[in-house]
Nanobody
Framework: QVQVVESGGGLVQPGGSLRLSCAASGDIRSVYDMRWYRQTPGQQRELVAAITRGGSTNYGTSVKARFTISRDNAGNTVYLQMNSLKPEDTAVYYC?????????????????WGRGTQVTVSS
């Protein structure tokens, strides 16, 4: 069984910083892409940042130059450093992981999502 768990959300003033973490754990063989998405009420979930297993990154247009995605050496934990936060960054942030899980002798590649962590940017 695989779990994806986010942490690090909270309330921050405009211009401030937060660092989100996301860890994939369980019976994992490999983790490929890991991504951060965010969603506000009534809106579609949007891609914030993505990182491949090899370390290549991609960012949503609204967060470029302010947010940085990174990954630990083991490859199962991803971070999102958010700087110069704006009120419009307020959202629930979700972590996504493309995982090859092990079940007995079998392996299966699937998408896994965390439950989300709330980020609120307000004075």
């Amino acid at each position: 069984q695989v779990q994806v768990v986010e942490s690090g959300g909270g309330l921050v003033q405009p211009g401030g910083s937060l660092r989100l973490s996301c860890a994939a754990s369980g019976d994992i063989r490999s983790v490929y892409d890991m991504r951060w998405y965010r969603q506000t009420p009534g809106q579609q979930r949007e891609l914030v940042a993505a990182i491949t297993r090899g370390g290549s990154t991609n960012y949503g247009t609204s967060v470029k130059a302010r947010f940085t995605i990174s990954r630990d050496n083991a490859g199962n934990t991803v971070y999102l450093q958010m700087n110069s936060l704006k009120p419009e960054d307020t959202a629930v942030y979700y972590c996504y992981a493309d995982v090859v899980a092990v079940t007995g002798r079998a392996q299966r590649r699937s998408d896994y999502w965390g439950r989300g962590t709330q980020v609120t940017v307000s004075s």
